[in-house]
């Protein structure tokens, strides 16, 4: 039996995409908390907690997915109904088990309760104009990042990522593992 890995640099832009997104999902977590202890003065820190257990949770439901699909689309046609049916349960049965785990980690950590408070810091000017450019710096970045995702322009941080993970052209491994 042979598996088709489909080459590493596939993942590494995966990984980078879910990377952009977790920092952006992040620093919208410190703004809401930033910015409801400047209305407030009492903001709920478990989203911080929250966060980054849903991304990475995210995270690997997206690659898994990925992977996956990528694995069934060239050899699915091939199966029998009955393997092919059985392959469909595994994936179902996979995918169900992803979303519980993501469901019950996130919940885990919902009910930590953590608030901090201090009534001095509402309607303060200098964290309130620090929430401006703050703001105007996440929105610019999310912008940007967008457009440079939809327009398939890539940053250098993403060609430093590839470069790490780039194959010497010496290599005859055609990305094929074969299982005896």
Known sequence: MSVNTGGIQDYVKYVYVMSLISALAMAVSVDYVLTE?????VADLTVLIVTPVFMFMLSMLVISSITMIKQIRGGFGNMSSKARALMITYIVFFMMALVYFTYI???HYAGLGLVLTDYQLVGDHYLGFGLALYDAGLLTMSWQL?????????????????????RDH???????IIVR
């Open 170 to 176: 010496h290599e005859d491994d055609d990305s094929t």
């Open 146 to 166: 967008t457009e440079d995702l939809l327009n398939n322009k890539l940053s250098s941080l993403y060609r430093f990522f590839m470069m790490a993970f780039m």
């Open 105 to 107: 980690s996130v919940v």
């Open 37 to 41: 202890l400047w209305l407030y003065g």
